[in-house]
């Protein structure tokens, strides 16, 4: 069931290496480009992570942070390097997105205030199961949440979320056997 929730295979965006060099040089032109090809998967990974926790309004600014700390580091970032530019940048978004979620506990609403579908059954259904498996995503431990949305929504395959995360790759795979653990329980009253 939770293998179904992978984001379909993109198609292979170009290659990030030279256009980081020429925003490393202060090129104001490839750094609009970075953000362009990024700012999707950026956003779609801090709202996962946030809009459970009742902090979706916080997405926006965090993605603009991810970007603000990148551009500032940018220096750093080696494009010849392991990392891919997309694994790097994910990492500095997932990383703000724990702290915020580490530092603010609001109160989520419950199902029932999310009102019901006026639709067929099956696609009532199909809304119901949607809305418990987030539901259920969100009350994930963040650095469970983290790790799983990387590879269930993202894609990344264990090493690049280790680098991303800076954990073990024995870790990542602990985290994410656990989050699975965690979402099969929580999901049990929910399969018919």
């Given at each position: 069931?939770?293998?179904?929730m992978?984001?379909?295979?993109?198609?292979p965006?170009?290659?990030?290496g030279?256009?980081?060099?020429?925003?490393?040089?202060?090129?104001r032109?490839?750094?609009?480009?970075?953000?362009?090809?990024?700012?999707?998967?950026?956003?779609?990974?801090?709202?996962?992570m946030?809009?459970?926790?009742?902090?979706?309004?916080l997405?926006?600014?965090?993605?603009q942070?991810t970007?603000?700390?990148?551009?500032?580091?940018?220096a750093?970032?080696?494009?010849?390097?392991?990392?891919?530019?997309s694994?790097?940048?994910?990492?500095i978004?997932?990383?703000?997105?724990?702290?915020?979620l580490?530092r603010?506990?609001?109160?989520?609403?419950?199902?029932?205030?999310?009102?019901?579908?006026?639709?067929?059954?099956?696609?009532?259904?199909?809304?119901r199961?949607?809305?418990?498996?987030?539901?259920?995503?969100?009350?994930?431990?963040?650095?469970?949440?983290a790790?799983?949305?990387?590879?269930?929504y993202?894609?990344?395959?264990?090493?690049?979320?280790?680098?991303?995360?800076?954990?073990?790759?024995?870790?990542?795979?602990?985290?994410?056997?656990?989050?699975r653990?965690?979402?099969r329980?929580?999901l049990?009253?929910?399969?018919?």
């Open positions: 069931m939770l293998r179904a992978r984001a379909p295979a993109s198609t965006r170009p290659i990030d030279p256009l980081v060099v020429r925003a490393q040089s202060g090129e032109a490839a750094m609009r480009e970075l953000v362009r090809r990024h700012q999707k998967s950026v956003g779609a990974l801090l709202g996962r946030l809009r459970p926790a009742g902090l979706g309004p997405t926006e600014d965090l993605a942070e970007f603000l700390r990148a551009f500032r580091a940018l750093r970032f080696d494009p010849n390097g392991p990392a891919k530019f694994t790097w940048l994910l990492r978004a997932s990383r703000l997105a724990i702290n915020e580490a603010k506990r609001p109160e989520r609403a419950s199902a029932d205030s999310l009102g019901s579908a006026s639709t067929p059954e099956s696609e009532h259904r199909r809304k199961i949607g809305q418990a498996i987030a539901s259920a995503v969100g009350e994930l431990p963040p650095p469970f949440r790790a799983f949305l990387l590879r269930e993202h894609g990344l395959d264990y090493a690049e979320i280790a680098e991303m995360l800076d954990l073990e790759l024995g870790t990542v795979k602990s985290r994410l056997s656990r989050a653990r965690l979402l329980e929580r049990e009253g929910v399969r018919e």
